[in-house]
């Protein structure tokens, strides 16, 4: 694994908000040391012609003369965050592109980009706000951490990365988890706790099985981090609930897990296990695929 190798391309959605902020200040400070390329998008939602109808619910075209004022609010609050963006990057010296995309569906568009320019990673608040609603982790990050090609962070709030917890159970996505920890730990002089939620319902494997397979999962993931020194955990229970007890407990300012995950009883979607880990910590997510 080499740095010169991730977060080459670094995608970061832009709305304004306090939230979107801080990935912004997180951003500049990862393109920063990854010397990236940044490209910094916002999308004005296509819904800001009818703000306020009932969803499900298709008005009459409002009067021509104030569609085009509401546009043109909505459009220079586009540029208005993108211009706050830049200047924060700038603070930074890190150069970015910027996009102002015009009445397009916010998730779409932004996973459409990032596929367009081959993103590397793709970092975002966890929530926004607009006059048309509070889009909360559920709404755009959600939809966008769902569908992304390439990893996700979504972040929650500006933290020094001195702790990162990385959930690991084998699957090539909690790989590529740990790949990119690693990375931001070389960076960030980070101190990684390899977690692995071993799952004691699972039929005819009791604890002890469990805990050997556990620490097989963890021994491998070990071999993996190279010449970079982790700490490894074992857990006995449900993973969100686990993940969300250990991160809280160990006041962990980073939780990187896989988009998938594997288990010998079936294979985690995401929205079992990482969207709900993404929902419920405190501190921000990098989900990896």
């Known amino acids: ?3 010169n190798s991730y977060f080459q391309k670094v995608l970061v959605p832009v709305d304004g908000s306090r939230p979107s902020l801080a990935a912004v200040e997180v951003a500049a ?4 040391k990854f ?3 940044v490209t910094v998008i916002h999308v004005v939602p296509h819904e800001v012609r009818h703000p306020y109808a009932p969803q499900g619910y298709k008005p009459s075209r409002m009067p021509e003369p104030v569609e085009k004022e509401l546009q043109g609010i909505f459009l220079q609050k586009g540029e208005d965050a993108l211009g706050e963006a830049k200047a924060l990057f700038k603070a930074e010296n890190v150069a970015v592109d910027t996009m102002l995309e015009e009445f397009a569906d916010p998730a779409e568009t932004i996973l459409d980009v990032a596929q367009e320019k081959k993103s590397d990673l793709i970092v975002m608040g966890n929530r926004g706000s607009s006059e048309i609603e509070d889009l909360e982790l559920g709404g755009v ?3 966008v951490s769902r569908h992304a090609k390439c990893p996700v962070l979504v972040v929650k709030k500006r933290a020094p990365w001195t702790k990162i917890l990385v959930a690991v159970d084998g699957s090539k996505d909690s790989k590529k988890a740990l790949e990119c920890a690693v990375e931001i730990s070389k960076k960030y002089g980070s101190e990684i706790t390899i977690l692995n939620v071993a799952r004691t319902m699972i039929p005819q494997m009791g604890k002890d099985e469990a805990k050997m397979m556990a ?4 021994s491998q993931a070990e071999a993996q981090t190279n010449d970079v020194v982790v700490r490894k955990r074992i857990a ?5 609930k686990e993940i969300v007890k250990i991160t809280k407990e160990g006041s962990f300012d980073l939780v990187a897990l896989g988009s998938r995950g594997s288990s010998p009883a079936k294979r985690f979607a995401l929205g079992s296990v990482s969207e709900n880990v993404a929902r419920s910590v405190p501190c921000s997510v990098l989900i990896a695929r």
Request: no cysteine; glycine share 14%; net charge negative.
């Open 236 to 240: 006995l229970g449900h993973p969100v």
């Open 35 to 37: 010397d990236s390329e």
């Open 141 to 143: 990050a959600e939809k």
């Open 29 to 32: 400070d990862l393109a920063g």
């Open 215 to 218: 620490e097989r999962i963890l």
């Open 1 to 3: 694994m080499t740095g």
